[in-house]
């Protein structure tokens, strides 16, 4: 039933939130995607995704009315993906979720059967577009280095390199995602199938 709620996992300078965004742009016909919005402490201002942006107290108070249907912490700041996000599912939408490597086995076990992806890269094509960013000090850009290297994707989660331009990565998560069978029991998923083929 969650096949269609995608988790994408990815150190930084993978690529991950650029072939998201490549994915909504080039949807596959007949398909609805959406692209769940994640709410940060982070200031609005900080640029990048177009994130709630919400401060520490906000979070929190939101962790306890139990707004989140995913949250998690990463480098200082504080994650969530609102539950309304997921809405579009039971409508036969597919939702995308630019997640976190660290709480990957959570989702999983929140929303059994989902669709995982890791993005990566070589350490090479990796160092090179973190220092290009220049965020961080080098000792700071080997040590996400190191971390990226010692993750290790479950064994059912889609591995895809991103070394090369985003049009080819994209077209193979594209063909990955869309090719996987319908699963039993997806009764909406096979309705809008159907339809489909008519």
């Known amino acids: 039933m969650n096949q269609r709620l995608v988790y994408v996992v990815g150190p930084s300078g993978a690529g991950k939130d650029s072939l998201l965004q490549w994915l909504v742009q080039h949807?596959?016909?007949?398909?609805?995607?959406?692209?769940?919005?994640?709410?940060?402490?982070?200031?609005?201002?900080?640029?990048?995704e177009d994130h709630e942006a919400v401060d520490a107290p906000a979070f929190a108070a939101l962790l306890e009315?139990?707004?989140?249907?995913?949250?998690?912490?990463?480098?200082?700041?504080?994650y969530g993906i609102r539950t309304q996000e997921f809405a579009a599912?039971?409508?036969?939408?597919?939702?995308?979720?630019?997640?976190s490597r660290a709480h990957l086995a959570q989702a999983q076990q929140r929303y059994p059967g989902l669709s995982a992806v890791h993005v990566h890269a070589t350490a090479g094509v990796l160092r090179q577009r973190l220092r290009a960013r220049q965020r961080e000090?080098?000792?700071?850009?080997?040590?996400?280095?190191?971390?990226?290297?010692?993750?290790?994707?479950?064994?059912?989660?889609?591995?895809?390199?991103?070394?090369?331009?985003?049009?080819?990565a994209g077209q193979r998560l594209k063909s990955h995602l869309f090719s996987l069978p319908t699963?039993?029991?997806?009764?909406?998923?096979?309705?809008?199938?159907?339809?489909?083929?008519?």
């Open 89 to 99: 599912l039971a409508t036969g939408a597919w939702v995308l979720v630019s997640g």
């Open 65 to 78: 009315a139990n707004a989140f249907a995913l949250h998690w912490s990463a480098n200082g700041l504080q």
């Open 183 to 198: 699963p039993r029991g997806d009764v909406t998923a096979q309705a809008q199938d159907s339809r489909q083929v008519i």
């Open 137 to 168: 000090s080098n000792a700071e850009v080997e040590a996400r280095l190191h971390r990226a290297l010692a993750f290790d994707a479950p064994a059912d989660a889609f591995c895809l390199t991103n070394d090369a331009d985003l049009e080819s």
């Open 27 to 48: 949807p596959p016909a007949h398909t609805r995607l959406h692209l769940a919005r994640r709410t940060v402490t982070r200031p609005a201002s900080a640029g990048g």
